[in-house]
T-cell receptor, first 115, second 111 residues
Framework: DAGVTQSPTHLIKTRGQHVTLRCSPI?????VSWYQQVLGQGPQFIFQ???????GRGNFPDRFSARQFPNYSSELNVNALLLGDSALYLC??????????????FGDGTRLSIL | TQLLEQSPQFLSIQEGENLTVYCNSS?????LQWYRQEPGEGPVLLVT?????EVKKLKRLTFQFGDARKDSSLHITAAQPGDTGLYLC???????????FGKGTRLSVIA
């Protein structure tokens, strides 16, 4: 079975541009979460979606937005890119929303570089 | 804001040595997870602990959740080069809250 897949794997943009990152969860998983991992840091939570609704939002500016589609895949959009947005963007899927024992399965991320 | 502090930040040891890495917080967590991340890949879940004082073993890896559910440790016995990677701890303060990650411990095991 395929794991969490993210595209593209690498992306180079310039300041001010916008970007769309894509994520396909594991088959049967209905919850998708997005994280930003800056070099040398742990992942930082951006959004969680479950059943196409936003269920959680981290401390990120409104330039960051996301959505989840009927097939449970998800997109993360970032507008007006800044140099500080350079990071590895990780998507994680889980069967459902919530539950302290709920494992999250991560994709290999999209490496975004802003010039 | 809940914070998870991991120590040490970096660790370089010889093959066959034992090591322990720590994950500490001033907050109580309902559950805590340990992940390992290798370059160019996403984090891979190693274990979830949910009960204070719980100990779980995964081959040469032993995970412990503190009695007060504020801290955790990961002990590796007879480390091997394949154990090299970034070890991340992540906690939830309740079932529906997002994971909070520490900054990780970067382990290098030299043959």
């Amino acid at each position: 079975d395929a794991g969490v897949t993210q595209s593209p794997t690498h992306l180079i943009k310039t300041r001010g541009q916008h970007v769309t990152l894509r994520c396909s969860p594991i088959s049967g998983h209905k919850s998708v979460s997005w994280y930003q991992q800056v070099l040398g840091q742990g992942p930082q939570f951006i959004f969680q979606y479950y059943e196409k609704e936003e269920r959680g939002r981290g401390n990120f500016p409104d330039r960051f937005s996301a959505r989840q589609f009927p097939n449970y895949s998800s997109e993360l959009n970032v507008n007006a890119l800044l140099l500080g947005d350079s990071a590895l963007y990780l998507c994680a899927s889980s069967l459902s929303h919530g539950g302290r024992n709920q494992p999250q399965h991560f994709g290999d991320g999209t490496r975004l570089s802003i010039l | 804001t809940q914070l998870l502090e991991q120590s040490p930040q970096f660790l370089s040891i010889q093959e066959g040595e034992n090591l322990t890495v720590y994950c500490n917080s001033s907050s109580v967590f309902s559950s805590l997870q340990w992940y390992r991340q290798e370059p160019g890949e996403g984090p891979v879940l190693l274990v979830t602990v949910v009960t204070g004082g719980e100990v779980k073993k995964l081959k040469r890896l032993t995970f412990q959740f503190g009695d007060a559910r504020k801290d955790s440790s990961l002990h590796i016995t007879a480390a091997q080069p394949g154990d090299t990677g970034l070890y991340l701890c992540a906690g939830r303060n309740s079932g529906n809250t997002p994971l909070v990650f520490g900054k990780g411990t970067r382990l290098s095991v030299i043959a």
